[in-house]
């Protein structure tokens, strides 16, 4: 009696164990190539160890999988490879040091392009006038340059000369309808 109930018993636990060591395979291959994903081929230009094909590629991908399957976190794997290939190694550079100009650089460079944006759009919409709108009138003009010449009186308030552009504007306009 005990023994027909061993056999279905040991089938389900050897049944158990392989689903388990299945599915921390698959783990370990999933966490192997994120990491992978953030580390670049010394060898191939712009590729990352996880898609490269070259056989570094492979070593390293190898090395990954035994460090996670020895229990070493991502950031222990991650500077073992730091420390043998440099800065260089990291598909995104560090967020530190000169490196920390790759980062900085396009912000500053969007921030310097919209004020020039800025400045040339404000400039553009900017209304213009019309000359005989800004042309000033024989009077007024008269008056401004004796003001500036020192020659005017000083209890003689030197001429508004956007007042008489206006009125000079307002005539045109009712002769004109």
């Not at 991650?78 to 260089?88: H, K, L, N, V």
């Amino acid at each position: 009696m005990m023994r027909r109930l061993l056999v279905p018993l040991c089938a389900v636990l050897l049944l158990f164990v392989a689903v388990v060591q299945f599915a921390h395979a698959d783990t370990v291959d999933e966490e192997t190539r994120r990491i992978g994903k953030q580390l670049q081929c010394p060898v191939c230009s712009g590729a990352a160890v996880s898609d490269s094909p070259s056989e570094l590629a492979g070593q390293m991908r190898a090395v990954i999988r035994s460090k996670l399957v020895a229990g070493e976190t991502e950031p222990q794997i991650m500077t073992y490879f730091i420390e043998r290939y440099g800065d260089g190694v990291l598909v995104e550079p560090p967020r530190r040091g000169f490196s920390l100009l790759a980062w900085l650089a396009p912000v500053v460079m969007l921030m310097v392009g919209g004020v020039v944006l800025w400045r040339l759009l404000s400039g553009w919409l900017r209304p213009r006038w019309s000359p005989a709108a800004v042309a000033p009138t024989a009077a007024g003009t008269a008056q401004l340059i004796a003001h500036r010449n020192g020659t005017a009186h000083a209890d003689e308030p030197p001429a508004d000369t956007t007042t008489d552009r206006a009125r000079a504007e307002l005539d045109r306009f009712r002769r004109e309808a």
